[in-house]
């Protein structure tokens, strides 16, 4: 059974950093793509950037050159480095990784404030 436990959302300034992690178990054979979708209030829910086993990466354009993505395929972790943070940012952080299935996490809350 795939877990998802993400954690490092929370409140921050705009043009402040956060950082997210997502820990997944449940694979003994990893997780061929990671990542991060977004769901703000009275929203659809929108990837904001994956990444798959082999490094190969998709980032929403609204985020490119502000957020990285990492991961680390021994630990099964995943990490969204969030910089230059706007309010149109704010949002529940979903992890996402795809293992035959796709599995979600709870989401994690972050807020920018102007």
């Known amino acids: 059974q795939v877990q998802l436990v993400e954690s490092g959302g929370g409140l921050v300034q705009a043009g402040g950093s956060l950082r997210l992690s997502c820990a997944a178990s449940?694979?003994?054979?990893?997780?061929?793509?990671m990542g991060w979708y977004r769901q703000a209030p009275g929203k659809q829910r929108e990837l904001v950037a994956t990444?798959?086993?082999?490094?190969?990466?998709n980032y929403a354009d609204s985020v490119k050159g502000r957020f990285t993505i990492s991961r680390d395929n021994v630990k099964n972790t995943v990490y969204l480095q969030m910089n230059s943070l706007k309010p149109e940012d704010t949002a529940v952080y979903i992890c996402y990784v795809h293992y035959g299935l796709a599995y979600w996490g709870q989401g994690t809350q972050v807020t920018v404030s102007s």
């Open positions: 990444m798959t086993r082999t490094s190969s990466i």
């Open positions: 449940g694979s003994i054979f990893g997780f061929n793509v």
